[in-house]
């Protein structure tokens, strides 16, 4: 059965054109340098309590790739120590204890066993296991983030999806790097008001 309260978020930041990574899977362009006056500011202090509220993270095998390489050059694991289950059907390094790798009925692993052990679900990519996870419709929200750049060309947020999904926005920040935090509810009919 079911975490009475589980709750399964997408989360990802994006170019305004949409992408997550450049086409060799690059972040570097995650480092903006806009202002925008009268945005929020995210206090280190305020983004750790909230990390603190995440139970455990889902990503796909590029996506835990790209986390080993950063923490290879010794810019840290983002994941902190909780669980943090990585979708692959190869061999992967494991580098520590909360890892654990997943290969098979994506559906049946998130109902079956991430939503009755854990309340906050984090999917956080990258485009292969978002829609995957929005495909099989087991995305409860929609945390979109958007920064003040265009790339061009790269990895989408999505990779194709095969119908529309309608959302309900739910949330909208902005801050004052020129970040824009959109939040989307999946379930759109009869929100709950202030939602
Ligand atoms: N901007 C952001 O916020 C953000 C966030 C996350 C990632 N990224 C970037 O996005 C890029 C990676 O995204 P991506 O879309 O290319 O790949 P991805 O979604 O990270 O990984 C896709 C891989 O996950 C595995 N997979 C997916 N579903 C599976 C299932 N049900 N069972 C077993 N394995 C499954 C497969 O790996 P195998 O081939 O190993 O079987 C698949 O090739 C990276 O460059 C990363 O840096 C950016």
Known sequence: ?????????????????????????SVDWLETSDKFAGGETMDAGS???FLETIDCYVMGSRTYETAL??????????????????????ELPRTRDT????????AQFVNGRLR?????????????VSSEC????????????????????GIPFFERLDRDIALHLA???????GMVELRYLTAVADPAPGT
Do not use: C, N, Q
């Open 1 to 25: 059965m079911a975490h009475a309260e589980s709750h399964v978020t997408i989360h990802m930041v994006a170019s305004l054109d949409g992408f997550i990574a450049r086409k060799d899977g």
């Open 47 to 49: 983004v750790e309590a």
């Open 69 to 90: 390489g950063f923490e290879a050059k010794g810019l840290g694991w983002s994941y902190g120590d909780k669980p943090t289950i990585v979708l692959t059907r190869r």
């Open 99 to 106: 890892v654990e790798f997943y290969s098979g009925d994506l």
């Open 116 to 128: 009755p052990a854990f309340r906050s679900i984090w999917f956080v990519g990258g485009g292969v």
């Open 134 to 153: 929005l495909r099989l419709g087991l995305a409860d929200e929609v945390r979109y983030a958007i920064l003040p750049i265009l790339i061009g060309d």
């Open 171 to 177: 949330e909208v920040k902005a801050y004052d790097s």
